[in-house]
Structure formats: C-alpha cells, structure tokens
C-alpha cells in the first residue's frame, strides 16, 4: 500500500497510488492514513484517481478515514474513475461526500508506505 | 473455434480463502472474460459483485477454519452464470437488508449485500453436504 502526501493551500492531499483499494488492502489504508493525518492541513482530500477498483471494505475504510478525522477536519474525495464513481452513486456516498472532480495541483511533502 | 462454442464456454477456478488470493482470482476472472469480449463495464461490475461475495466467505465462512471457494462462471446466451462454492459456516442471506445502510449514518460496512444483489439476477443460496453454493447471473454483451 503506497500513498503520497502533498499540500494544496490550506489542504492536505493524500493520494493512493494504487490501482485497488479492496478488503486486502483496506485496513492497512486506514491505518496508514491515519498515521499521515497527523500532518495539519484541513480539508483533507483523498486522491483517487489512480484507484480502478474499490469495494465495500475500500468505501468502508474510506468512511472510517473521515470518521478517524472528525467533525472539524472535512475529508473530500477527489478523482473518480468510472467504476468508483459506480460505487459512491450506487451507496449514495456522493451525496454525503464533497467530491471534486480533478486533482487539486499539490506540493509533494511525503510518501509512505 | 466458432462463435457457438465461445458461447458455450465455462471457466472454473479454486482458491483459497484468502483476501489476498482473491486479487488474483479477480484478475483470472478478467482475462477469461476479455477473452469472450465482455465490455470493461460488465467486467467491472462482475469483479464487484464477486468480491463482495467472496470476501463475505473469507470473512465469515472461513472465520473460524481455513479453505477454498469454487468459482464457476458458465456464459449461456445472453446470461454469465455464476456459481460460489465453500465450505464454510452456512448463512443466510435472505435474513440481510436489501437496501444500502442510510449514508449519513457513515457506516463503515453493511454495504456487500446490497452491492450483489443490486448488480446481479436471480441470486439464490443454499447448504448443501455441508456446502454453501451461492447462484446468481448478470447479463453478458459481447463486445462483437
């Protein structure tokens, strides 16, 4: 599991770079973000773009990341490939997660794996 | 080999009950599809509903033993028919919620049920000599 770290303004960036975020990775992902987070930098936005397959335990994790954040530091997704895009409209998570549709232009700060 | 027995065909593959053999089933999966020209889009969604399936297996079935899942998948018409077999603890699937756990709620799981049977026809379980089988089919659309 690899993710890179970087800053856009005031928001921190993490970007998976992993094309599957699964149930064999998702615990680990959550973990390691939770780690990263430690960084300040509000929002946080989650750089999908390179992830081609999520599913309910990666949407899970997902969800536990922005829990693990709480109310103060909003996580927003950025990035959606197709078959992601699928998933969040099919659990109707896209009503419930700002989601911006490019990448916001980061410094890198880290990677981490 | 004609367009007939291409309809025909069958794909088996046995694996353990694993999170991590999954991946590579998955991608077994895709290449036998590809192969019988399955557009990107149905081939999305079957991984999906697959893993969702077979990872309800690892997680439960298997919770307790380890073992292998039997995936079959028979392409017969305009129909991929699909067949899950473990030898885990039973289930029950029909005692699970058909609809998706309200989002505002932030659940972090809930969703894999919802997920097969949302994507999939037709799924039906049962126990059999101490075996699970699950069945369900989505349609197939060549690409040609």
Not at chain 1, 82 to 97: A, C, Y
Not at chain 2, 48 to 69: F, P
């Amino acid at each position: 599991m690899q993710v890179t770290l970087g800053r856009a303004g005031e928001a921190l960036v993490i970007s998976v770079m992993e094309s599957r975020l699964d149930a064999a990775v998702a615990i680990t992902f959550k973990d390691l973000v939770r780690d990263l987070t430690t960084t300040a930098g509000s929002p946080v936005i989650l750089d999908l773009s390179r992830v081609e397959f999520l599913d309910s335990s990666g949407l899970g994790a997902v969800v536990g990341v922005m829990k693990q954040l709480g109310p103060e530091r909003p996580l927003e997704i950025a990035g959606l490939t197709p078959s992601v895009r699928k998933l969040f409209r099919l659990t109707r998570m896209d009503t419930v997660f700002r989601i911006h549709d490019c990448v916001p232009a980061t410094n890198d700060i880290a990677a981490a794996e | 080999m004609t367009g007939q027995s291409e309809l025909q065909s069958e794909f088996h593959l046995a694996c353990k009950g694993e999170l991590w053999a999954i991946r590579n089933a998955l991608d077994d999966v895709e290449r036998f599809l590809l192969e019988h020209g399955v557009t990107r889009c149905r081939i999305a969604d079957l991984s999906l509903i697959l893993a969702e399936a077979m990872t309800n297996i690892v997680r439960h079935g298997y919770r307790d033993s380890a073992g292998e899942i039997v995936l079959s998948l028979r392409l017969e018409g305009r129909r991929l028919r699909c067949e899950l077999t473990d030898r885990g603890q039973p289930f029950d699937p029909s005692a699970l919620g058909r609809s998706a756990p309200e989002p505002a709620q932030f659940n972090e799981g809930g969703y894999g049920w919802f997920i097969i049977r949302h994507l999939s026809d037709g799924v039906s379980y049962s126990r059999r000599d101490g075996h699970n089988l699950l069945r369900f089919s989505v349609p197939f659309d060549p690409v040609n």
